[in-house]
């Protein structure tokens, strides 16, 4: 059974940063890809970023040039480097992981007050 665990979420102001992190525990059959996620209250969850196994990244829109994913494979771990944040980014951040089946965190909370 696969575990992914998301932090560091919490409230931050705008134009302010938070780093997020999901760790990834169980049976993983090798890191093919991961992904950030977020849900806002009465929106569909959406993706924010994501990135494969061999490297390559892929940004929403609303986020590129403020948001950097980033992953250790030997921990197997991934991050979100979030800059500049906008109350618009207020969600509950979830990750994905796809190794094999797909797996989701339980989510973290981002609060950015303006």
């Known amino acids: 059974q696969v575990r992914l665990v998301e932090s560091g979420g919490g409230l931050v102001q705008a134009g302010g940063s938070l780093r997020l992190s999901c760790a990834a525990s169980?049976?993983?059959?090798?890191?093919?890809?991961m992904g950030w996620y977020r849900q806002a209250p009465g929106k569909q969850r959406e993706l924010v970023a994501d990135?494969?196994?061999?490297?390559?990244?892929n940004y929403a829109d609303s986020v590129k040039g403020r948001f950097t994913i980033s992953r250790d494979n030997a921990k197997n771990t991934a991050y979100l480097q979030m800059n500049s944040l906008k109350p618009e980014d207020t969600a509950v951040y979830y990750c994905?992981?796809?190794?094999?089946?797909?797996?989701w965190g339980q989510g973290t909370q981002v609060t950015v007050s303006s």
């Open positions: 994905k992981l796809i190794s094999g089946p797909a797996y």
């Open positions: 169980g049976m993983i059959f090798g890191f093919k890809y």
């Open positions: 990135i494969t196994s061999g490297g390559s990244t």
